[in-house]
């Protein structure tokens, strides 16, 4: 099962990792950026994993500079104070969701194969993709479609699902694909892709959970510590951006964000809409 960590280099780069620092990865996935940051700890070093995929924790690291917590890094600072790792010299994020969960069909994220209409990154969470296509309204559905997947025209995207359903349950990612395949001009890989990233961020509270995420860091760093995200689209972007300006206790290094090399996009197209940015607690 492969996956490559998106800008894996200059994440290694910007951590700016010392042999006995401690160290976050907030999105641990199959491992791949926090194998890098174990090869240049020493034996004094620590880094803490954060996920809640049960694919992660098949890919765990025996290795005692390691801890992981099956947890949303929105509980971040908790579960460092409980584990007495507070402060910290780096955290990272990567908040795109990981190449097994796009290709394994039963895990639900794509709209490519016939899967259950699930999109929960956490198993434990109760809502799933199709409850809220089953139970929310017209206007519910438009604001998750137009905030989340940025898509035009929501409401009679909304419209058509809530007509459908009516008729017969809409439960897989093929029942969703031909309800809505009408309203899927120009490039339809494109249309799709934001429909599923809509209803995902919705049931996962992506947004709100990285929000948390980048309050949090800014208590649990320690000065000249750095927090790294990168992102995939540009609502995650333009919150991290507008977060970076205006706080008082980070400083962003570049006011314009890392994106992947003609190379490794050539070698990853999953990295080609990444961004990176890097902010430095103030000392």
Not at 92 to 110: C, E, H, K, N, R
Not at 215 to 243: A, C, N, W, Y
Request: net charge neutral.
């Amino acid at each position: 099962m492969e996956h490559k960590p998106v800008l894996a280099k200059e994440v290694i780069e910007y951590m700016n990792i010392k042999p006995d620092g401690t160290y976050v990865d907030a999105t641990y996935g199959l491992g791949g950026h926090s194998r890098m940051i174990l090869e240049r700890l020493g034996q004094e070093g620590m880094l803490v994993a954060f996920d809640v995929s049960p694919i992660a924790e098949q890919h765990l690291f025996d290795d005692d500079r390691f801890t992981f917590v099956k947890s949303n890094f929105r509980y971040l600072k908790n579960w460092l104070d409980f584990l007495g790792l507070i402060p910290v010299d780096g955290i990272l994020a990567d908040l795109g969701v990981s190449s097994p969960q796009l290709d394994i069909a039963s895990q639900g994220f794509t709209y490519r194969t016939p899967a259950p209409l699930d999109l929960r990154m956490d198993k434990d969470l109760s809502v799933k993709a199709q409850d809220i296509i089953r139970k929310y309204s017209i206007d519910q559905l438009a604001e998750i479609l137009s905030e989340y997947g940025e898509l035009e025209p929501a409401k009679a995207i909304a419209t058509a699902i809530v007509e459908a359903r009516r008729k017969q349950p809409i439960v897989s990612s093929a029942d969703l694909v031909a309800v809505t395949k009408r309203f899927a001009r120009g490039n339809p890989n494109r249309f799709y892709s934001r429909l599923f990233q809509a209803l995902r961020i919705a049931v996962n509270d992506e947004l709100n959970a990285l929000r948390d995420l980048l309050k949090q860091s800014e208590e649990v760093l320690s000065p000249g510590g750095r927090l790294l995200i990168i992102t995939f689209h540009s609502l995650e972007d333009r919150i991290v951006k507008q977060f970076f300006a205006n706080s008082e206790k980070l400083k962003e290094l570049d006011e314009s964000p890392i994106i992947p090399t003609r190379e490794e996009i050539k070698n990853n197209r999953r990295a080609r809409s990444a961004k990176l940015r890097i902010a430095e607690k103030i000392k």
